[in-house]
């Protein structure tokens, strides 16, 4: 089938300009952003923002991990300091 295609649509190419023309009237008709969104679309093709915005993204996962957990920053330093309790610095590195 596309052997039959190929031979039959061989010679009916579009001239060189045709894909431009398209974009041309696609960008005429598409509307055109303004204000925040706009800002907001700009920013986000920066790839500094782009690294902040993942940053930022995972902080929100640790921070919301947390209260669904109902861990904070003290219950994480209390437990390390019952495991400094239980294994003492001096036996830990006697190996």
């Known amino acids: 089938m596309n052997k039959i295609l190929e031979e ?3 010679q009916e190419k579009p001239d060189p300009a045709f894909e431009q023309r398209m974009l041309a009237g696609f960008r005429k008709r598409a509307p055109q952003r303004a204000g925040l969104v706009k800002l907001l679309v700009d920013l986000m093709r920066l790839r500094a923002v782009q690294i ?3 940053a930022a993204a ?3 996962l640790v921070q919301i991990g947390r209260m669904i957990t109902g861990e904070n920053a003290t219950s ?3 437990r390390y300091a ?3 309790v239980i294994t003492p610095k ?3 590195h006697s190996g």
């Open 52 to 54: 902040t915005a993942v």
């Open 76 to 78: 994480l330093r209390k």
């Open 82 to 84: 019952e495991a400094e």
């Open 90 to 92: 001096s036996s830990r």
């Open 8 to 10: 039959t649509l061989a």
């Open 58 to 60: 995972l902080l929100g």
